[in-house]
T-cell receptor, first 109, second 116 residues
Framework: RKEVEQDPGPFNVPEGATVAFNCTYS??????FFWYRQDCRKEPKLLMS???SGNEDGRFTAQLNRASQYISLLIRDSKLSDSATYLC??????????FGKGTRLSVIA | EAGVAQSPRYKIIEKRQSVAFWCNPI?????LYWYQQILGQGPKLLIQ????????DSQLPKDRFSAERLKGVDSTLKIQPAKLEDSAVYLC??????????????FGPGTRLTVL
């Protein structure tokens, strides 16, 4: 089983739609969780951290389910500019970040 | 604030040739990372430095890859000799500290390597 698994997509959604991505991780000792965004031919950039209580940043909501070992990212009111690859990232404290393969999102006008 | 700088941005070589990449982290960042990102995959850590010491190089193919950060600032990653499967984007990242708590990593633009 891969350490971090994501549905590669692509998810093709119309502007204004709500879309959700899930990610599962295999290491139960994992402590920190993140979503990174990577635009085509660009470097990854931190989108948001994922906290146990769940957290929201504008149109983006991240949730963590430790019991089931999955993380989710919800994007409401999708914009064209949200088109990118979303990388799920997991770490066990001071161990290296482990990236998923990413989920590709295309928001269509 | 200047970001992580990398050069060259693109490199095309033939298999069995050697290649070197350079990275200059954000000023004051003690920790530097080299990642390999193959098309369609997430970045995979190759090596992590804290100042001029290696913290983790467990996924570095040491028979052909080497990296150094002699003065604890900029770093070079070398591949010798290159194989076709080394074609990838090589990303450098830096963070302020590396400890038991997470510190955000900032990535450079990467070097896109094509091995023919």
């Amino acid at each position: 089983r891969k350490e971090v698994e994501q549905d590669p997509g692509p998810f093709n959604v119309p502007e204004g739609a709500t879309v959700a991505f899930n990610c599962t991780y295999s290491n139960s000792a994992s402590q920190s969780f993140f979503w990174y965004r990577q635009d085509c031919r660009k470097e990854p950039k931190l989108l948001m951290s994922v906290y146990s209580s769940g957290n929201e940043d504008g149109r983006f909501t991240a949730q963590l389910n430790r019991a089931s070992q999955y993380i989710s990212l919800l994007i409401r009111d999708s914009k064209l500019s949200d088109s990118a690859t979303y990388l799920c990232v997991v770490t066990s404290g001071n161990t290296p970040l482990v990236f998923g393969k990413g989920t590709r999102l295309s928001v269509i006008a | 604030e200047a970001g992580v700088a990398q050069s060259p941005r693109y490199k095309i070589i033939e298999k069995r040739q050697s290649v070197a990449f350079w990275c200059n982290p954000i000023s004051g960042h003690a920790t530097l990372y080299w990642y390999q990102q193959i098309l369609g995959q997430g970045p995979k850590l190759l090596i992590q430095f804290q100042n001029n010491g290696v913290v983790d190089d467990s996924q570095l193919p040491k028979d052909r890859f080497s990296a150094e950060r002699l003065k604890g600032v900029d770093s070079t990653l070398k591949i010798q000799p290159a194989k076709l499967e080394d074609s990838a984007v090589y990303l450098c990242a830096s963070s302020f500290l590396s400890s038991s708590s997470y510190n955000e990593q900032f990535f450079g633009p990467g070097t896109r390597l094509t091995v023919l």
